[in-house]
């Protein structure tokens, strides 16, 4: 019951109604309001809030994948979407994997290692090379340690390496 505004879902349902529903009445005035929002919220060095109030300041690896996905399915929709995908895409490569390809959760600290940064990080670093925002090269870099580090016999793999300890799924 929450009506505090979270970037990422802000920009996934504007991308929704823009891809399967972009005639219906008052979905291209909607769609352009919702991105706007999350682009007037993009800060100077290229993140995005997890939302906006108080205690969701914070940015983390996945959730600044989906904004930088849907803004690139969203393209048409403002002038200003290339530019905002382009200072992105230059935190989120540099910020939130490492040279050897490991996803990171949060920005700069190398723990936890976390599956879902790096699931969505493949899709998304592929689109932003697509676009020559990253080097194709980062793309095989994050899926190469994801499959050597991530993956696990036996039907397991990781969800998050912390420093201590690891925890698995199935």
């Not at 005035?29 to 995005?48: C, K, M, N, S, Y």
């Not at 690896?61 to 530019?83: A, K, M, N, Q």
């Not at 996803?103 to 932003?128: C, F, I, M, N, Q």
Request: hydrophobic share 40%; proline share 5%.
């Amino acid at each position: 019951h929450s009506d505090r505004l979270v970037h990422n879902a802000n920009l996934l349902g504007a991308a929704l109604v823009y891809e399967l529903a972009p005639e219906a009445p008052g979905a291209p005035e909607a769609v352009r309001i919702a991105t706007a929002r999350t682009l007037d919220a993009q800060r100077p060095d290229g993140t995005w809030p997890y939302g906006v109030a108080a205690g969701l300041e914070w940015v983390d690896g996945f959730h600044t994948g989906y904004v930088l996905d849907s803004l690139c399915r969203l393209e048409g929709v403002d002038p200003r979407i290339p530019s905002a995908i382009g200072r992105g895409a230059r935190v989120y490569l540099s910020d939130f994997f490492d040279a050897e390809g490991r996803a990171r959760l949060w920005r700069g600290k190398r723990y936890p290692e976390d599956s879902h940064s790096a699931g969505t990080g493949l899709t998304v670093l592929t689109r932003l090379a697509e676009r020559d925002l990253v080097p194709a090269e980062a793309v095989s870099r994050v899926a190469k340690y994801t499959l050597t580090h991530m993956m696990h016999r036996n039907g397991h793999a990781m969800f998050r390496r912390q420093r201590w300890g690891s925890t698995r799924v199935c």
